[in-house]
C-alpha cells in the first residue's frame, strides 16, 4: 500500500509539474503575444503619426503659397489704388484749377487786380500758357 501511495504521488506530481510548465509556457506564450501586439500598435501609431506630419507639412506649404498669392494679391490692389488715388488727387487739383480759371477769365477786371506772383504761385500751368504780368 505504501508503494502504490508513493508511486500514484509521484505520477501526480509529474503531472502537476507537467501542467505548471505548459502554464508557464501559455503564460509565456500571451506575454509576447501582447508585446507584439504593443509593437504592432505603436507601428501603427507611428505611421499615423508620420502621415498626419506629412499632411500637416502639405497644409503648410499650400498655405505658405497661397499666403505669397494673397500677400502679392494685396500689394497690386494697393499699388493699383495708390494709383487711382494719386490719379484722382490730380484730376480733382486740375478741375479745382480750372474752375478757378474760368472763374478768373470770366471776370475781367478781377485778372487785372490779382496780383501776378500770387497767380503765378497758384496756378502755375498760367505760366505755361503765357500769361504775363501786363
Given amino acids: 500500500m ?11 506530481n509529474d503531472e502537476l509539474r507537467r501542467m505548471i510548465e505548459t502554464s508557464n509556457n501559455l503564460t509565456l506564450d500571451k506575454q509576447e503575444l501582447r508585446a507584439k501586439t504593443l509593437e504592432f500598435k ?5 505611421f499615423k503619426v508620420d502621415k ?4 500637416a507639412q502639405e ?11 494673397v500677400e502679392q ?3 497690386n490692389i494697393v499699388s493699383t489704388s495708390g494709383m487711382l488715388g494719386q490719379d484722382r488727387l490730380l ?9 478757378a480759371l474760368q472763374q478768373i477769365f470770366l471776370d ?3 485778372l487785372k487786380s490779382l496780383n501776378y506772383e500770387h497767380l503765378k504761385k497758384t496756378f502755375p500751368a498760367l505760366v505755361k500758357i503765357g500769361l504775363s504780368e501786363n
Fill in 2 to 12: 505504501a508503494n502504490r501511495t508513493n508511486g500514484s504521488v509521484g505520477a501526480d
Fill in 42 to 46: 505603436i507601428y501603427e501609431q507611428t
Fill in 52 to 55: 498626419a506630419l506629412e499632411l
Fill in 59 to 69: 497644409s503648410i506649404d499650400k498655405n505658405t503659397v497661397l499666403a505669397k498669392r
Fill in 73 to 75: 494679391w494685396i500689394n
Fill in 91 to 99: 484730376v480733382h487739383q486740375n478741375a479745382a484749377q480750372v474752375e
Fill in 108 to 110: 475781367g477786371n478781377r
